[in-house]
């Protein structure tokens, strides 16, 4: 027994050791090792030999062995096969492989992400709805009923009429379906693709992307609305920046004021940027119009809110200087691949 256990050691050590270069070679060793005449069946041939208190031990170690030995077989099998269809298809896998591309964020995405994520730290959830809208959602609801002269400056995409199918033109219609829920308070910010009927050119596309934010809950102000967006432009655009609002319309809010900051190129001083006034717009604002409130069933003497809403595009071609609006949609790798290193 004790000779047969070192035998079966040695025979372990051998095999373990057996290289084969081609499929005959691991056919070789299948003849060696298991064949009907193999090493395999000597040695289980010497059970007869051992005596019969050790036979169950010896027979864990034998089959233990068998195992040891086809493993080994299908290993040396698959090897030289594989090398060898590599090799007749003229492959050489031994070199080193291609290394793959690794993308990166495209700019509008890591603008909006930086946006949203400012928003998220102040307590607000991202609201997200379809970009296929009703004509309520998008335009009724928002104080914009048909024949609005608003809406003319949101000429859309139409995809049915009766029932009117559209794609949206701004994602107020998220809020609109948020406040719809009837849970308050509601405190949400909205990022997403929109659509208008546009000439595309430096400046306007058929789509652009959004963020919008929604605040509702008891006793909201115009205050709460201008800390908010003071947090906003200077975690976005640095503390030395400076912030105005000045009076504007929207159909939505009541009082509304677009913000501007201080021109990010030249401090301030003018130039081409700010058309030398020192100023840039960067988003509309204002109190939800009480008639927005009744129309989602939200009772407008115990709640209000505040909301507003910016382009992405617009941020990020402030932030980065860039020129020209068609060069976030024409995919060409040259612009996208100066963000890498961005965040
Ligand atoms: C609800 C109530 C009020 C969202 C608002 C603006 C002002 C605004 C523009 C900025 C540039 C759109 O991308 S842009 O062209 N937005 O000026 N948006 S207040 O007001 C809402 C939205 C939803 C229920």
């Known amino acids: ?101 690794v993308g990166t964020r495209h700019p509008i995405s890591l603008v909006r992400n930086q ?29 914009m009923p048909e024949n609005h002269t608003a809406r003319d400056m949101q000429d859309t995409f139409y995809i049915s009429q009766n029932p009117d199918w559209i794609l949206r033109t701004h994602t107020s219609s998220v809020q609109v379906r948020e406040m719809e829920k009837g849970k308050l308070p509601i405190r949400i910010v909205c990022p997403g693709r929109v659509y208008r009927n546009e000439t595309i050119s430096a400046r306007a596309h058929c789509f652009f992307h959004q963020v919008e934010g929604l605040y509702i809950a008891d006793n909201v102000s115009f205050a709460d609305l201008k800390q908010t967006l003071y947090f906003f432009v200077k975690e976005m655009f640095g503390e030395n920046v400076k912030v105005r609002f000045r009076p ?44 927005l409130l009744e129309n989602c069933g939200i009772d407008s003497n115990k709640y209000t809110g505040f909301a507003f809403g910016m382009g992405v595009e617009r941020i990020t071609m402030l932030k980065y200087q860039i020129k020209d609006l068609r060069l976030f949609s024409e995919n060409d790798v040259r612009f996208l691949r100066q963000f890498s290193g961005a965040v």
């Open 248 to 291: 504007s319309y929207f159909p939505f809010t009541e009082p509304s004021a677009e913000m501007d900051i201080s021109c990010l190129i030249c401090g301030g001083k003018g130039c081409n940027v700010c058309k030398h006034t020192g100023w840039v717009e960067i988003l509309g604002c204002g109190m939800v119009h009480p008639n």
């Open 1 to 101: 027994m004790e000779t047969l256990v070192q035998k079966i050691a040695e025979y372990k050590a051998e095999i373990k050791n057996y290289i084969a270069q081609k499929s005959e070679e691991a056919e070789a060793f299948r003849i060696k090792y298991l064949g009907s005449k193999g090493v395999v069946k000597d040695v289980m041939g010497e059970m007869k030999n051992v005596a019969a208190e050790k036979r169950k031990e010896f027979g864990l170690l034998l089959n233990e062995f068998k195992l040891f030995t086809e493993a080994k077989y299908e290993e040396l099998k698959n090897a030289t096969a594989n090398g060898e269809e590599a090799a007749a298809v003229g492959m050489d896998l031994t070199l080193p492989g291609d290394p793959l591309p």
């Open 115 to 143: 946006i949203v994520s400012i928003f998220q730290r102040l307590g607000f959830a991202v609201a997200e709805g379809p970009e296929v809208e009703d004509d309520w959602h998008n335009f009724t609801a928002l104080n």
